[in-house]
Structure formats: structure tokens, C-alpha cells
């Protein structure tokens, strides 16, 4: 049995319903603050729960026979991060000490654990491999870089065998239509391109456009979440194995995107035109992020299926079959 935190949010509940179409028993435990109890496939055992509730997690391990952890239960956005640090490091902290603690007390040694390639900061290469300096300049990057740390350490002293994933750029929807990108505030820039030629924002801001890239505009890797899910899965095979292997991953498209180029896909797929309005820069934005996949690709025997067109055509579809989101599977 796998246990899920945040299996309701958008990547965590990809995630379940890959596991239960592999055949595998699959527990959620979310608290519901930004994931959606609808997402959550119908036959996963759902637990409301939050990692700050110690009795709660204990119960987790007590009435169910874990075998590994999956961990997706983190906050996640940069600039909220920076305005309430307390709350990121509370939970991507604290909380996810918490969970391990219970796990060691469980004799559960076995990890799967969503980190960022926010850990790396602003490096000075373009295209980052997992040696790249982890430099992280927000705190949310910095509680990825100290729950990497945090599992270092606890596997050197209690055997937890685990794999760390960077991710870059997670976008798309399932590509049956079931499972899509429903955040609020949504930060992310295809669904808020996507949303805005629904005709629910008025404009798309791009943030400078005097980046030393062909364009002026950012450049950045974006991977499909079904593929992003399929290298969990992989890595779950790999630390459930014998001998379970120790491992991080950047997991990307291994290509990279201007923002100019991907409102002009997005365009392409609806078939209706963007007002786009310039921004200063944001402060520590790089130019360009790209990731290096080879070490997923070689050791995982992974490959990355969707590309951008396809990307930018499931999350669209799926915004045009649920416009209003999870909320309106509630009506």
C-alpha cells in the first residue's frame, strides 16, 4: 500500500490514479487547503489530514500497512513564500519532519519526495544538471533544499531509501480528461494564458521583455504532468527494489520555451488572440531555466511523450470541458 500526502492536489492526484491503474492500494492524506476531494480517484482510501496533526499521521501508519510514501503535501508558491515564510516552513518543514518521524517510528523506509528546481536558485549555467549548486533565493526554495537535507541525513542514520525529483515547469492536463490544473490564485503562466483567452482575465502580463534570449523574453522547461507522474512511478519501482537505490532526478522536457513562444502556442490551439501587456522584470528572474534529463532518461529508462502542442491541447481541453474547475463538479 502506498501512502500519497497531497493526493488531492493536481500533481498528487495524477499520481494516485496512475498507482491505481498499476494495481497498487493507494491511501490519500490531504488537508484540503488547495487540493480538491473531487480529484481524488474513487478507489483510493481518503484520509483528511494534516501533517502538523502528529495524531493524525500516526493513526495513518497504525491502521494501514504502508509500504512506501509518496510526498506531495507541500505550499508551493514562490512569491507567497516570500510574504509568509512562516507558513512554508512550518509545513514543507516541520510537517514533513513530522512525516518522517512517524515513518521511521513505522518502519516505513521508503520515499518518494516532490522537491523543485527552485533549490538551484539562479544558477549560472542555463541548462542545470542535479551537481548544480543548490542556491535557493526564496523560502520556498530554500524548505526543498532543507527537506532534501533533512532526508540526507535520516538516511544515513535510519536507512531511508529515497528519491528526490526536481521538477521544473509542470503543466497540462490528463489526457483523458479527467484531471487538470485548478489552483487559487492560479500563478502558473499556460492555464493564465489559457483562462485569459477564456475570457476570464483581461490581459496576460509578460514580465520584460529585455532578456539576453532571441525574443527578450524568459526561457523555460516545461514537462507534461502525466510524464511527470510516469518518472515518479518509475522511481517508486527503483526504491521498492533490491537493493533499493538512492537517487535525484531533474525531471523537464530537456528543451526550453519563451514566453513569447508559448502565448503564441496557445493562441495556435484556441484559435483566438491574446492581449498581452509588458511588466517590469521580476526581481531573480534568470533568463533562461532549462533541464538536463540524461541522468532520468539513462538510470530511469525514461522518456518524456508529450510535447508542447500537446501540453498547451490537454490543458485547453480540459478548461473548455470544466470551466469553472473543480468547484463545478460540486453543482
Known amino acids: 500500500m502506498i501512502l500519497v500526502t497531497g493526493g ?50 500516526k493513526t495513518v501508519f497504525y491502521n494501514h500497512q504502508i509500504e512506501a510514501v509518496m510526498h506531495f503535501a507541500a505550499n508551493c508558491y514562490v512569491g507567497e513564500s516570500v510574504l509568509q515564510p512562516q507558513k512554508y516552513y512550518e509545513n514543507n518543514v516541520i510537517g514533513f519532519i513530522h512525516l518522517l518521524n512517524e515513518m521511521i517510528e513505522a518502519k516505513v523506509t521508503r520515499l518518494v519526495f516532490s522537491s523543485s528546481c527552485a533549490v538551484y536558485g539562479i544558477p549560472k549555467q542555463s541548462v542545470i544538471d542535479e551537481n548544480t549548486e543548490r542556491e535557493p533565493i526564496s523560502p520556498y526554495g530554500r524548505t526543498k533544499m532543507i527537506a532534501e537535507k533533512v532526508i540526507e541525513d535520516y538516511s544515513e542514520a535510519y536507512g531511508l531509501k529515497h528519491c528526490i525529483l526536481r521538477y521544473f515547469n509542470v503543466t497540462g492536463a490528463d489526457l483523458d480528461g479527467v484531471l487538470g490544473e485548478d489552483h487559487q490564485p492560479e500563478t502558473h503562466l499556460i492555464p493564465n494564458i489559457l483562462q485569459h483567452l477564456q475570457g476570464k482575465s483581461h ?81 531573480g528572474d534568470p ?42 463538479e460540486k453543482r
Open 8 to 57: 488531492a492536489g493536481y500533481i498528487g492526484s495524477n499520481m494516485v490514479r496512475n498507482l491505481v491503474k498499476n494495481g497498487y492500494e493507494v491511501v490519500v492524506l490531504d488537508n484540503l487547503s488547495t487540493g480538491h476531494k473531487e480529484a481524488v480517484h474513487p478507489d483510493a482510501i481518503f484520509i483528511e489530514g494534516d501533517l502538523q496533526d502528529r495524531e493524525s499521521l
Open 203 to 283: 490581459a496576460v502580463s509578460v514580465y520584460g521583455v529585455d532578456y539576453d534570449t532571441p525574443d527578450g523574453t524568459c526561457i523555460r522547461d516545461y514537462i507534461h504532468v502525466s510524464d511527470l507522474v510516469e518518472a515518479h512511478y518509475l522511481s517508486l519501482k527503483k526504491i521498492l527494489g533490491n537493493p533499493p537505490e538512492n537517487r535525484v532526478y531533474n525531471l523537464g522536457n530537456g528543451r526550453g520555451y519563451s514566453i513569447k513562444e508559448i502565448i503564441q502556442m496557445c493562441e495556435k490551439v484556441t484559435g483566438k488572440k491574446a492581449r498581452v501587456i509588458v511588466e517590469k522584470r521580476r526581481p
Open 287 to 328: 533568463p533562461r531555466l532549462i533541464a538536463s534529463i540524461q541522468k532520468a532518461v539513462t538510470e530511469l529508462k525514461w522518456n518524456p511523450k508529450n510535447d508542447m502542442q500537446s501540453i498547451i491541447q490537454s490543458a485547453w481541453d480540459w478548461f473548455c470541458k470544466h470551466p469553472d474547475g473543480y468547484e463545478g
